[in-house]
């Protein structure tokens, strides 16, 4: 253990540390497809309607264990109950199978800044031109390397708080530039329909699959039942008010990813309307680039675009091996860079398989999916869930609620959230969670369509 935990500055610099690693490529990229695939309005709905019951729930559980025990994941639940210290391992998995194949999209993200950058980019807006990327085994792999090497040598050299300094600056030109692009997309002709795909719930769209969905965008978006959050929350000083802090994290996260699908579902339903339900992880790159086709000065908009989502990938995917590492050295008291290579390696071996997932192993399927795809269900939609299910067990009915409500208000703070959260962690989220996971057993023998 250390000597003395460092803590974040306050509560501002908390705030943003976490809404850094928690906007990523899990808003930009993922958040859109997956709208787009599972009902448009109706996954905004339910999507909605589990950020402010479960996903602030599991947010603030994992922040108040983390600064209870003032351990990081690994260790955190065995201190609240000795039966619970497989959950730190479990947990531990995830950011283990995550970062592979995260730094495979930060690859493609990389590829297309570069087709930007050097005057390209247009080219890229050809409806053949991902397939043809993805499809070769050289660049994908090669630019999944450049991406991943490029968070260790962040984490190796210890830069990442001057990248992330970088980033917050930048983020909010982000923001900035993506209303612009979502309101360009607004005034294409046809792009209407996609809107009101996006914004008006359709429930003849709705089916348990939206659900499941919206519950793992939920767990990557948020970063949680990874441990990670437990982790963040033991740098969290006594007097800070977990649930406002909470609630700026989520209003900020969910802001990110609606605006995005602004910019991305319009523009499918303009450019490429076969692709809504089929267009999965490439949607963003397969729409994106004819968007700035048609744009004025869309070379240079897009450049700038690319620029910025790699950054923000880039704060998610340095937090990610961070944590990684930090487990690494903790349980095997290995040194910093001997961990972080080590990571490093694993990961180049792990993602290979997503990275030619597309093509020179696309004939591959696993349970049906692309290695990629498979990785990401994995992640999302089982271990995540176990350990969130183990987590309401634990908290709910083990340890009970009333521990970490102490916790959240041990300085009088508010916790207006309590009754929700006392009964989502107790009953609602266990028999939610095992609903999933019955579901997704049953979609793979055939018994029910997923
Ligand atoms: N939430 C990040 C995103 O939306 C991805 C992510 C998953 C992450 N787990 C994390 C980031 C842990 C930091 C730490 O892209």
Redesign the pocket.
């Known amino acids: 253990m250390k000597e003395e935990r460092s803590s974040f500055s306050g509560k501002l610099g908390f705030i943003l540390a976490a809404a850094g690693?928690?906007?990523?490529?899990?808003?930009l990229w993922?958040f859109p497809y997956l709208a787009a695939q599972h009902g448009g309005g109706i996954f905004i709905l339910v999507y909605l309607i589990l950020v402010v019951t479960f996903g602030f729930s599991m947010l603030i559980l994992e922040l108040a264990i983390g600064r209870k025990t003032k351990q990081s994941s690994i260790t955190a639940y065995t201190k609240l109950h000795k039966k619970f210290g497989f959950l730190g391992y479990l947990a531990a998995i995830v950011?283990i199978i995550?970062l592979p194949y995260?730094c495979v999209i930060g690859g493609w993200v990389i590829k297309y800044m570069m087709e930007f950058l050097t005057g390209g980019g247009l080219e890229a807006a050809d409806s053949a031109y991902f397939g043809g990327f993805v499809s070769q085994a050289g660049e994908p792999l090669i630019f999944f390397v450049i991406y991943l090497l490029a968070t260790m040598v962040i984490v190796l050299g210890g830069v990442q708080n001057g990248v992330e300094r970088v980033s917050k600056v930048l983020m909010p030109v982000l923001l900035l530039l993506s209303i612009g692009i979502s309101i360009y997309v607004a005034t294409i002709d046809g792009a209407w329909d996609g809107i009101k795909y996006y914004v008006l719930p359709d429930l003849s769209n709705f089916s348990m699959s939206t659900v499941c969905a919206a519950m793992g965008q939920l767990f990557?978006?948020?970063?949680i039942a990874?441990g990670?959050m437990v982790s963040y929350g033991s740098y969290v000083k006594d007097d800070i008010d977990l649930s406002g802090c909470v609630n700026h994290i989520e209003i900020f996260?969910t802001s990110v990813a609606l605006l995005s699908g602004f910019m991305i579902v319009p523009a499918v339903f303009v450019f490429a309307p076969d692709k809504l339900n089929t267009g999965g992880p490439g949607l963003m790159f397969e729409t994106l680039p004819m968007v700035f086709k048609q744009m004025p000065f869309g070379q240079v908009i897009g450049a700038v675009f690319f620029v910025l989502v790699l950054l923000a990938?880039l704060t998610?995917s340095i937090?990610?091996m961070e944590?990684i590492v930090s487990m690494v050295m903790d349980k095997f008291k290995l040194k910093r860079w001997i961990a972080v290579v080590g990571v490093t390696v694993f990961s180049i071996l792990l993602g290979i398989p997503s990275a030619w997932g597309f093509g020179l192993w696309g004939d591959v399927k696993i349970l049906g999916m692309d290695f990629l795809t498979f990785f990401d269900f994995l992640a999302n939609s089982v271990l995540m869930p176990i350990v969130a299910l183990a987590t309401c067990i634990l908290v709910g009915w083990v340890v009970k609620t009333k521990t970490i409500e102490d916790e959240i208000t041990k300085n009088g703070e508010k916790f207006a959230r309590k009754g929700i959260f006392r009964v989502m962690v107790r009953y609602i989220a266990p028999v939610f969670l095992i609903m999933i996971l019955v579901f997704y057993t049953l979609a793979q023998f055939g018994l029910v369509n997923y």
């Not at 990557?220 to 970063?223: A, P, R, V």
């Open positions: 690693s928690a906007v990523g490529l899990g808003n993922r950011p995550i995260y990557f978006s948020l970063s990874m990670i996260d990938a998610s937090s990610i944590a």
